[in-house]
């Protein structure tokens, strides 16, 4: 079984900055994809970002690159996702997610995800 609990999301303003981390529980998270995915409110799940199992390999949805940076801690079971020049449009509950599939290809959709965690809101005010 694997567990994923988010946490660090809150209310900032446009321009800040937040840290989302994401615990994971299970034995075969170092072997995992993680991603992170948003849903704003009337609007589907979408891929923010993802990392390979040892963070060789990222991945981000092209809304956030440059302002976004994902890693991972594999001795802690932790994922994080650095979200910085936060705009009005970045609201959104952010859901960590792992991939237990084929780790030598990094997973972006959200099909290929199979562990979900509950989320988390981020709220950014203009």
């Known amino acids: 079984q694997v567990q994923l609990v988010e946490s660090g999301g809150g209310l900032v303003q446009a321009g800040g900055s937040l840290r989302l981390s994401c615990a994971v529980s299970?034995?075969?998270?170092?072997?995992?994809?993680m991603g992170w995915f948003r849903q704003a409110p009337g609007k589907e799940r979408e891929f923010v970002s993802a990392?390979?199992?040892?963070?060789?390999?990222?991945a981000y949805a092209d809304s956030v690159k440059g302002r976004f940076t994902i890693s991972r801690d594999n001795a802690k079971s932790m994922v994080y996702l650095q979200v910085d020049i936060l705009k009005p449009e970045d609201t959104a509950v952010y859901y960590c997610?792992?991939?237990?599939?084929?780790?030598?290809?990094?997973?972006?959709?959200?099909?290929?995800?199979?562990?979900w965690g509950q989320g988390t809101q981020v709220t950014v005010s203009s």
């Open positions: 997610a792992a991939s237990s599939r084929w780790a030598a290809v990094l997973r972006t959709h959200e099909y290929e995800f199979d562990y």
């Open positions: 299970g034995r075969m998270f170092s072997g995992y994809t």
């Open positions: 990392i390979r199992w040892n963070g060789g390999s990222t």
